[in-house]
Nanobody
Framework: QVQLVESGGGLVQAGGSLRLSCVASGFTFSDYRMGWFRQTPGKEREFVATISRYGASTNYTNSVKGRFTISRDNAKKALYLQMNSLKPEDTAVYSC???????????WGQGTQVTVSS
């Protein structure tokens, strides 16, 4: 049974920081590229950041470059998103996802709410 469970969301003031975690089970974590996505009501889900299987390569959407850092710990089957200098526009439900390759994400978590107040 595949599971991705996010945690670490919450309410933070603009300029603050949060660290999101995603713990995986039910599949070989190191075989999957991992990503963080976010979605707000009325908007399409958007890519935030991705990381290759062994963490050698990362990619970020422009709006979070320099502020967010994606990382993973394959021994713990965990994915992280360090979010610094948060802005109100970062408010969203953040979900982690796993890809076998080809750009398609096969497994998704339920998401964790991040709210940034001004």
């Amino acid at each position: 049974q595949v599971q991705l469970v996010e945690s670490g969301g919450g309410l933070v003031q603009a300029g603050g920081s949060l660290r999101l975690s995603c713990v995986a089970s039910g599949f070989t974590f190191s075989d999957y590229r991992m990503g963080w996505f976010r979605q707000t009501p009325g908007k399409e889900r958007e890519f935030v950041a991705t990381i290759s299987r062994y963490g050698a390569s990362t990619n970020y959407t422009n709006s979070v470059k320099g502020r967010f850092t994606i990382s993973r710990d394959n021994a713990k089957k965990a994915l992280y998103l360090q979010m610094n200098s948060l802005k109100p526009e970062d408010t969203a439900v953040y979900s982690c996802a796993a890809s076998r390759g080809g750009g398609t994400y096969h497994y998704w978590g339920q998401g964790t709410q991040v709210t940034v107040s001004s």
